[in-house]
T-cell receptor
């Protein structure tokens, strides 16, 4: 059983749709919850992160963390074709913030 | 600022050979982490270097070793290559004092193919 499980996808949506990406985890020590975007043949790029529980909004992106359920989500509003990429959730414990445990990613395609 | 740079971009080796991958961190960063990303999977943590010492290590065999230099750049060495070592190797640099992931930047990776 992996420490971090991510909805596998792939996901294909029309432009303007609301996208929901989800991960579950088993390690209670995780305190930092990150979402990365990775384009083909590129390294992951940090989109946003949340410390502990709660919501965080940044433009069209909203990250939610529910530590009681060990469940995190990323919502993308008004999705654009440029949002087409693989989205990776990642988590780390406070004392080891540099060591992140990743999900296997969800590939999103936004069709014009 | 060039960000995190890695070399080479691509590499082809045969089983049993040894390989060295290189990483230059983003300016101002002092910590380097290495990850292995197999096709269709998320990155897996190999190890992290800070102050020229290995600070943390993931679940990888001793065939994987590394080094950090005084200028904070780093090398990843893999001995006795196996077919299963074929992957994208990512370097991430960060600032130890930040305590969180906000300063962690990934390089573009080195794609290793073992035949």
């Amino acid at each position: 059983q992996k420490e971090v499980e991510q909805d596998p996808g792939p996901l294909s949506v029309p432009e303007g749709a609301i996208v929901s990406l989800n991960c579950t985890y088993s390690n209670s020590a995780f305190q930092y919850f990150m979402w990365y975007r990775q384009y083909s043949r590129k390294g992951p790029e940090l989109l946003m992160y949340t410390y502990s529980s709660g919501n965080k909004e940044d433009g069209r992106f909203t990250a939610q963390v529910d530590k009681s359920s060990k469940y995190i989500s990323l919502f993308i509003r008004d999705s654009q074709p440029s949002d087409s990429a693989t989205y990776l959730c990642a988590m780390s414990a406070r004392a080891n913030a540099g060591k992140s445990t990743f999900g296997d990613g969800t590939t999103l395609t936004v069709k014009p | 600022d060039a960000g995190v740079t890695q070399s080479p971009t691509h590499l082809i080796k045969t089983r049993g050979q040894q390989v060295t991958l290189r990483c230059s961190p983003k300016s101002g960063h002092d910590t380097v982490s290495w990850y292995q990303q197999a096709l269709g999977q998320g990155p897996q943590f190999i190890f992290q270097y800070y102050e020229e010492e290995e600070r943390q290590r993931g679940n990888f065999p001793d065939r994987f070793s590394g080094h950090q230099f005084p200028n904070y750049s780093s090398e990843l060495n893999v001995n006795a290559l196996l077919l299963g070592d074929s992957a994208l190797y990512l370097c991430a640099s960060s600032l130890a004092a930040s305590g969180g992931p906000e300063t962690q930047y990934f390089g573009p990776g080195t794609r290793l193919l073992v035949l």
